[in-house]
């Protein structure tokens, strides 16, 4: 791609000052829909009014007799105030502070045990069972069908199934930001990269001017019209074709309109027959309808809540699971009005699993789930971790991307991500393991595992290497990864003020090991809170070194104690006793990744009803096993991922 082209180059070379970015600017008055957020109470009047009564007369006054003395309007500790949560229970600022309530009071941080009062165990079992009422106080609501851009890979692999170009042509845009959302404006650097990829994908797929059309054109344009044909009508028809394949859906007659509204343009600035098509293809290319993910038919009047139709479905499902556009068999499905029968659907979603393209469920979800796309560029001291080549970090990588597969196809217990014998291994990796002598080789292959504190998320080098400092274990920041990745547990961000290990007093320090250093912050009653559950579970995997070596002395010599307790009198002296301890917290495992999945396919955070629906989605998995694939065709058939809420019409829409 060549950044230094003209903008008349990049905008078709058109010299009335017509350009493709008005194309863009016109369709996205087309793109969006007209929404209103709906509230029903329907079933859920009766647990409404008893979340409420239950607020009112057990919750409030807890809050009021405990809580907002120190986390009130006078006084905000750790920058939480209940008061303004009081007033509004439900909302999802509200919820967000009793999720982070619900911790503290759980395991007795809160109130701080220096308090001058303290609730019974009554009064704290009380508000603890208000907190699984907190979700009835949302009406049943669907969430709002994210309208979002295609991430940097989604459209590079869009762009080579319907063009044959290579994915690379999208290697200039930014990187996508990680999270449960996706951005939904376009900068106008963005636009000019869009703009300048389009003339590359057209200059590969296109015959000069002159020249004997290529294979893709003429699947793209048809025949040359013959001598007398209406030139308009044939481009009509070439038009709804490219739309259809490049918006994942057949396009409104607006639509079709303003494409040949830039062919029309075309032709009276004296463009050829096939450079007129041309710009018209590279208006579909800049349009929001092919950059982002949109409804296609507008709602009738007075709809609040309206399932996506089959072809936003299919589009929604295939980015989900392939991050591409719908192949040939999901399309005519849509076609034919089928695909939001749930048996379809179901059907359709384990043919797309059990396709090498499925890959793109671990390289957009489960990289992130598990911290391991942040491992190229990771830092380590050279010095001390030679071993951490990109060869090694790659083959990491390859180890949780295979692992991962392997549950979703083979159709696995979600608690084999914590409780598994097997793993895979190359040459490179297998030193880690100290399988060196029998796994050789750059291979990835499959390879049992003997030794019981292996196999499993918490023993992966990759991930333990993610939860490491640049030159040494970190117990915290595993503890943290394990409570927050694994088990759904939220965990507080540490004090500002918290001086770090490196920073204690080093002659003080100097003959205990790092467990001992680090349980030097349990004598801040700031940091005792969070710690008392954090190392437990950090100190458990200290036999693992910063890049997930076995090793039975810490860096300071000192042996390892690998034993410690969780909540509920639950003591281990190894990784593979913690790990047996966490694989048997089933229901946790599984509504942890059901909520991170959903979260990523819905492309927003959860809130509300949304943990209605997932109380629902446990139960069917919990009774297939908790089974991979019961758990994504449960989501994908889900009321929050097949409906949406109405939003009203945005107005500011052309960036």
Not at 284 to 291: A, C, I, T
Request: charged share 20%.
């Amino acid at each position: 791609m060549n950044p230094s082209r003209t903008k008349a180059q990049n905008y078709g070379g058109i010299g009335t000052g017509f350009t493709a970015l008005t194309v863009l600017g016109a369709a996205w008055l087309l793109a969006l829909p007209n929404l209103t957020v709906a509230a029903e109470a329907g079933d859920l009047a009766a647990l409404q009014a008893e979340a409420k009564a239950s607020f009112r007369d057990g919750v409030a006054p807890f809050v009021k007799t405990y809580c907002t003395e120190c986390h009130g309007d006078k006084k905000r500790k750790g920058g939480i105030n209940f008061l303004s949560a009081l007033k509004n229970p439900g909302d999802s600022a509200a919820s967000k502070r009793w999720k982070q309530a619900l911790v503290s009071v759980r395991t007795h941080d809160m109130p701080p045990t220096d308090a001058d009062k303290q609730p019974t165990e009554a009064e704290r079992q009380k508000f603890l069972d208000w907190l699984a009422q907190l979700k009835f106080l949302s009406p049943k609501d669907p969430g709002p069908f994210v309208i979002r851009r295609l991430t940097k890979v989604e459209y590079g692999n869009t762009l080579r199934d319907l063009f044959g170009v290579d994915p690379a042509v999208a290697q200039e845009l930014p990187d996508d930001v990680p999270g449960e959302g996706y951005l939904n404006t376009l900068s106008p650097l963005q636009s000019e990269q869009y703009l300048a990829i389009a003339n590359v994908v057209l200059d590969r797929v296109l015959s000069p001017e002159g020249k004997p059309p290529t294979p893709v054109q003429k699947r793209l344009f048809g025949d040359t019209p013959k001598s007398g044909t209406d030139l308009r009508a044939a481009a009509r028809k070439v038009a709804s074709s490219l739309a259809r394949s490049a918006y994942r859906r057949p396009p409104a007659e607006t639509e079709l309109q303003v494409l040949l509204g830039v062919f029309d343009l075309a032709r009276e600035n004296q463009l050829s027959y096939p450079a007129a098509l041309r710009l018209m293809l590279k208006a579909v290319l800049v349009s929001p309808q092919f950059l982002f993910i949109t409804p296609a038919k507008e709602p009738e009047a007075g709809q609040t809540i309206v399932p996506l139709d089959d072809h936003q479905l299919a589009a929604r499902l295939s980015y989900l699971l392939w991050a591409t556009t719908p192949d040939a068999q999901l399309s005519a499905l849509a076609d034919s009005g089928r695909l939001h029968e749930p048996t379809a659907l179901k059907a359709q979603t384990k043919r797309l699993l059990a396709d090498p393209r499925s890959r793109a469920l671990f390289d957009g979800f489960g990289a992130q789930w598990l911290g391991v796309g942040s491992l190229q560029a990771k830092t380590f001291d050279t010095a001390k971790f030679p071993q951490m080549t990109s060869a090694m970090r790659a083959a990491m990588y390859d180890e949780a991307r295979l692992f991962f597969d392997s549950i979703v196809r083979e159709n696995r217990s979600v608690v084999s991500f914590v409780d598994s014998d097997y793993t895979f291994l190359n040459g490179t990796l297998a030193a880690l393991y100290g399988l060196e002598k029998s796994v050789t080789g750059p291979q990835m292959r499959k390879v049992q595992l003997t030794d019981a504190n292996r196999g499993g998320i918490l023993a992966m080098p990759g991930i333990l290497a993610t939860t490491s400092f640049p030159n040494r274990t970190s117990a915290v920041k595993r503890g943290a990864w394990v409570l927050e990745q694994v088990l759904g547990e939220h965990v507080p961000p540490a004090p500002a003020n918290v001086p770090a290990l490196e920073k204690q007093d080093q002659k003080q320090v100097a003959n205990l090991t790092l467990r001992q250093r680090t349980e030097l912050h349990r004598t801040n009653p700031v940091c005792a809170s969070c710690h008392k559950l954090l190392d437990p579970i950090g100190f458990g995997l200290e036999n693992f070194d910063a890049i997930g070596r076995w090793r039975n002395q810490d860096d300071s010599g000192g042996a390892i104690d690998a034993a410690g307790e969780l909540p509920g009198g639950k003591h281990f002296t190894s990784p593979k006793e913690l790990k047996a301890i966490i694989a048997a917290r089933k229901a946790e495992l599984t509504r942890n990744l059901t909520e991170k999945l959903l979260a990523y396919a819905l492309c927003r955070q959860l809130e509300g009803y949304d943990e209605i629906v997932v109380d629902q989605l446990m139960e069917t998995i919990a009774r297939d096993g908790h089974r991979m694939q019961t758990l994504i065709t449960e989501i994908v058939t889900s009321y929050p991922f097949t409906h949406r809420h109405i939003q009203q019409p945005v107005t500011a829409l052309v960036p």
